[in-house]
């Protein structure tokens, strides 16, 4: 028996992707995600009519060969506004979650380096963000300045950032008392090096969780809002605004092709991401996994 | 515990503060004279420009910014918050008479949530790695997945027009009323919201139950010949659940968030349906007003959770 190292060192990465795909649910949502992300990119192509296309002399049609889910109440395709809808509420989940987790987690490697009044400041502040409901905070800015995409993404992203944040700050100030921090910082690396260099890094895995969970409450968010108003507006198609038109009862009763595809395009694409965040979670902490 | 207690209010006093500069910021930024909006047209075509000019002497939006933000932050601590804009009567009062029924939907969806998860926790926590565990995670986080809107859609669709079993919008029968009535009304927008919150609970119900069933005095009772279900109830549940009344103070706030989609579809005539529409009419005192009381609202919640919390767990003291 001969004891053989390997030649190259082993990222743990590569058990952690076992992990993941040991993982059925997180396989199925991946693959779910995988459909619905192709079908957002190639809405143009699979559509088959317009989005916008206003047709009053087809309003409000049952799905049938020509629409495949109906038209709505301005005779639009049913279908055509889903694929499209999908790109836009994708689109603010990932970017807005993108801007939160980035923000978060420069704010936590700062608070963990630097400790002190920097670190107090920082975990304050992100106490006072944290119990602020985002939806009301859009709910009033939207009040004063009027509902718009860009707002929604802006507030998210101001709005989430300290779960990331108090994570990567815990991680650092772990990472800072290790032994090859240590040396670095003795042969006179400065702390911002030290972030780049090895934070980052380290912390990247468990900030990718977070960054997940955090795309399914957004796309949540975005339709909550967008279904009262005050998120992407019309003509632009969203999931939630898609389902403005169901506050009438006789809409609910007899049309649930206009309702029931954009709420279960959200509901089944928001379990696939959490399938996923939860997935990865267990591959990347698999002492923390069901404990 | 008493120092402790004056820097928590201390520094939640500043943080309100700070979020009524950004309030008052809002309050100018937005758009539309408030004092065109008060006065009364008749006078204003008699009086012309010097009539507004004293108008406005009188309000004192004269005054320099600092001035104006020191008059209206005393107002507004006084309770005054302006007039709405749509039904010219003051804030405070309209938001007022809209909480009884947010309340009302808050606390019962509350109990519902709490109920469910801490018996699907318990039932999680004893039957570990076994398939009505994995059932319970898998649902919880089905209930956090689907938009609270849309299974509200859902269930008036269901309940309401396909079975007929509940009202389907509103808070009381127009001209009926009583406790009965208002119950029937409740139930679907009370137990979507309670389902919505129910899932996080679970989680945190199972995790502590966990943690504590695998500690040494739950062995002492254990071997002192308690019965399971007395271990279970008595000793560990009790402990379990003490860090829960934390998550739902903190919750408060996101359940306030759930109610005002809920309130839109089910036509509650609460706070979160007044915000809604007063953003379509361009109501901006009232959005206001809604903005303070929420800003309160959090920072209340979040001093009571550190305060329970230390008081239900005489091991963690503040300093």
Known sequence: MTAVRPAVPRSPAAPAARRFLR??????????????????????????????????????????????????????DVF??????????????????????ALGTLLGALAGMFGGPVDAVVMRAADVVLSFPSLVVVVVLAGVFGPSTAMLVLVFAAGN??????????????????????????????????IGRHVLPAVL?????????????????????????????????SWGNMLTDAQNLTLIQTMPWLWLPPGLAIALTVLAVNFVGDGLRDAVDPKGARS | MLSYLLRRLLTGAAVF??????????????????????????????GGPAFLAAKRAELGLDQPLPVTYGIWLRDALGGDLGYSFVSRRPVAEVLGERMGPTVLL????????????????????????????????VASLGTVSVPSFFLGIATIYLFSLKLGWTPSSGMSTPGGGGAADVSAHLVLPAAVLGLSIAGPFTRYVRAGLLAELG???????????????????????????????????????????????????????????????????????VVIGFAMFVALLVLVC????????????????LS
């Open chain 1, 23 to 76: 993982n059925r649910m997180a396989r199925a949502g991946a693959v779910f995600l995988a459909c619905v992300g192709l079908l957002a990119l190639a809405a143009p192509l699979v559509a088959g009519h317009d989005p916008n296309a206003v047709d009053l002399a087809a309003f409000r049609e049952p799905p049938s060969a020509a629409h495949l889910l109906g038209t709505d109440s301005s005779g639009r």
């Open chain 1, 80 to 101: 055509a506004r889903l694929v499209h809808a999908g790109r836009v509420s994708l689109l603010v989940g990932l970017l807005s979650a993108l801007a939160a987790v």
């Open chain 1, 161 to 194: 950032w300290p779960t990331a944040c108090r994570v990567v700050r815990g991680l650092t100030l772990s990472l800072r008392e290790r032994e090859y921090v240590q040396a670095a910082r003795a042969f006179g690396a400065g702390r911002p090096t030290v």
């Open chain 1, 205 to 237: 895995p468990q900030v990718a969780v977070v960054g997940t969970l955090l795309v399914a409450q957004l796309i949540l968010l975005e339709a909550v809002l967008s279904f009262l108003g005050l998120g992407v507006q019309p003509p632009q198609a």
């Open chain 2, 17 to 46: 503060l700070l979020i009524s500069v950004g309030v008052f910021l809002l309050v100018r930024a937005a758009p539309g004279d408030p004092v065109l909006m008060m006065v009364d047209p008749e006078q204003l075509a008699a």
């Open chain 2, 106 to 137: 808050m606390g019962t969806a509350l109990a519902i949530g709490l109920v469910l998860a801490v018996a699907a926790g318990t039932v999680a926590a004893t039957r570990r790695n076994t398939a009505i565990d994995y059932a319970t995670t």
């Open chain 2, 215 to 285: 500690a040494d005095y739950v062995r002492t009772a254990e071997a002192k010949g308690a019965g399971p279900a007395r271990v279970l109830v008595r000793h560990a549940l009790r402990n379990a659940l003490v860090p829960l009344v934390t998550v739902v103070m903190i919750s408060v706030p996101q359940l306030l968030a759930g109610a005002v989609a809920l309130e839109q579809v089910f036509s509650w005539p609460g706070m979160g349906q007044l915000a809604v529409s007063s953003v379509g009419m361009l109501d901006y005192p």
């Open chain 2, 302 to 317: 979040n001093l009571a959770a550190d305060l329970l919390y230390a008081a239900a767990d005489p091991r963690i003291s």
